[in-house]
């Protein structure tokens, strides 16, 4: 593997051009040297200068120079990526959702584990905000004593007309909450109940907002509100409730204003700009593992952990009760 890591984006949408510009303009050590959308327009627009643009994701996979992967297109199309980028030997870097139902997680598990390596990396990017990466240490540094509830608020002004269906709240937004929640109480999740308040008007047919109450196998509580069309900007909150006190994270931006109007602080506008750092930082660690050949951070078993609970999350809507959450045993390469 060269000193420059070679790397194709497969997904020219919102996030794949900010990834690209990341790699592109931000990191060093790594080039991207392709990219490919089934929207050739898109990909040609998107891409840096000299890149190559395919219209063909497997035909990227296939490029001799191309060392590793950045995998941004839907969902459902996650699957078929990832297997055949551990069909090349390719570490993967692949947006969440990992997949869309279990059975393709464990597809996806299955095929990683007789690899024998890791190769794949979730863009969980949570993990990488220093933010919650203080407020881990703080519950793992033991002061507060065991967490009891952790209180998660994921709240966006608003998503794209049409292309956001009722499902999506549990199974493309809620993965990060209940990510989070696994990677800051060092738990899992045994069991999800689901409560829909009323509706918003701002969110025409959508079911919005949403209530998640997450059971971890300690017995701990997680409450997670969805609101996807708030208006006000884009608003991450947590809180975890320990036996001897809580910890939180600050208010971003930190910058307080204080006028005739009062004492605020701004509210980010969406993702892009609340976790600009958090996705800079994942991708540092994707490229030093990439590069070794391998993969570290979020894990295909962490993308099969949220794809369960959005599975269960979906039953739950319907049963009204509570929806377990059983995990198969975990294949060595996951630790
Ligand atoms: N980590 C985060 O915070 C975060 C934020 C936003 C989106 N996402 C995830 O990233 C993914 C993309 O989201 P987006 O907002 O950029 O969507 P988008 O609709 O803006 O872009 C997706 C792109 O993928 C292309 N595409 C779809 N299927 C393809 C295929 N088989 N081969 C090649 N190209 C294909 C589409 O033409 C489109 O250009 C989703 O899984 C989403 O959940 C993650």
């Known amino acids: 593997m060269s000193d420059t890591l070679k790397v ?7 996030i794949g051009r900010d990834h690209i510009r990341r790699l592109a303009q931000v990191l060093s050590g790594v080039e991207v040297v392709a990219v490919a959308d089934i929207d050739a327009a898109r990909a040609k627009d998107a891409a ?14 296939d490029a001799a120079d191309i060392e590793a992967v950045v995998v941004c297109s839907w969902g459902p199309a996650h699957e078929t990526e990832l297997l055949a980028c551990i069909a090349a030997g390719k570490p993967v870097f692949c947006e969440k959702p990992m997949v869309t139902s279990e059975a393709a997680a464990l597809r996806v598990i299955a095929a990683e584990a007789a690899a024998g390596r890791r190769l794949i990396q979730i863009g969980f990017m949570r993990r990488f905000d220093a933010d919650y990466r203080r407020l881990k240490a703080v519950i793992d540094g033991g002061s507060l004593g065991a967490p009891l509830m952790y209180h998660s608020v994921h709240r966006n002004a608003s998503v794209p007309k049409g292309l956001y269906t009722s ?28 409560r829909l308040p009323r509706r918003s008007t701002r969110g ?13 196998a300690s017995g701990a509580l997680v409450d997670v509100e969805i609101s996807v069309n708030i208006a006000y900007g884009y608003d991450i909150r ?3 409730s320990c036996e001897a006190g809580v910890a939180r994270l600050p208010e971003r931006p930190a910058t307080v204003v204080r006028d005739a109007h009062g004492v605020r602080q701004a509210v980010p506008e969406d993702w892009r700009e609340r976790f600009i750092d958090a ?14 050949g391998t993969a570290t951070g ?16 979906l039953r739950a809507v319907e049963s009204g009760g509570l929806e377990a959450v059983a995990m198969r045993d975990k294949p060595a390469i996951y630790g």
């Open 298 to 313: 979020p894990s295909a078993w962490d993308g099969y952990a949220a794809t369960l609970v959005a599975d269960a999350a």
């Open 279 to 292: 996705y800079d930082q994942e991708f540092r660690e994707w490229i030093v593992a990439a590069k070794a």
């Open 48 to 61: 840096p200068l000299g890149a190559r643009v395919y219209t063909d994701g497997q035909a990227l996979i």
């Open 8 to 14: 194709g984006v497969i997904g020219t949408g919102m």
């Open 238 to 240: 947590g809180e975890v």
């Open 204 to 216: 025409k047919d959508l079911r919005d907002p949403t209530f998640v109450l997450l059971h971890m």
């Open 167 to 194: 499902e999506m709240p549990l199974n493309d937004t809620l993965v990060h909450d209940a990510d989070i929640a696994r990677f800051l109480l060092s738990d899992e999740i045994a069991g999800v109940e689901v």
